[in-house]
């Protein structure tokens, strides 16, 4: 991936959905999504989570935006960061990032597992052991 110019716009959106709730960041619906122009070196990112906690439901953590080029431009890169501070909760991970305007609506976070990065409970587990 290359470093960027200045002038990068991305859809920008944070969700927070319970099992079975959907909205425009989850869908990525271009219509409803707001458009910003990200700040310094930066690429599109979205990111899908979902944290799991014993004895209640799935939340669902989904978030669009800018990614500094200070955190890296990759999504191992944003996850390494975030898991040094120990802002990464057990539970599966997707994520990608892109250099084009406007580039990161998906219409489903499902055609990001075989784009980028897919970390699962152990494999999070793993690298914080």
Known sequence: MGYLSLCLRCYECVSRLGPGESDPCLN????QLRRVL????????????QSTIPGTPTINHITR???SLRYGGS???IFNDLRSKGEVL???HTCATC???LC????????LFSLILVCTLSGILSYTL
Request: proline share 6%; hydrophobic share 15%.
């Open 90 to 92: 057990p539970g599966q």
């Open 104 to 111: 990161n609506a998906t219409n489903s976070f499902k055609a």
């Open 38 to 49: 990200c700040i310094g070196p930066s690429v599109c990112a979205s990111y899908h989570y």
């Open 28 to 31: 990525g619906d271009r219509n």
């Open 99 to 101: 250099n084009g305007d």
């Open 75 to 77: 999504c191992e890169d």
């Open 65 to 67: 935006g800018c990614q």
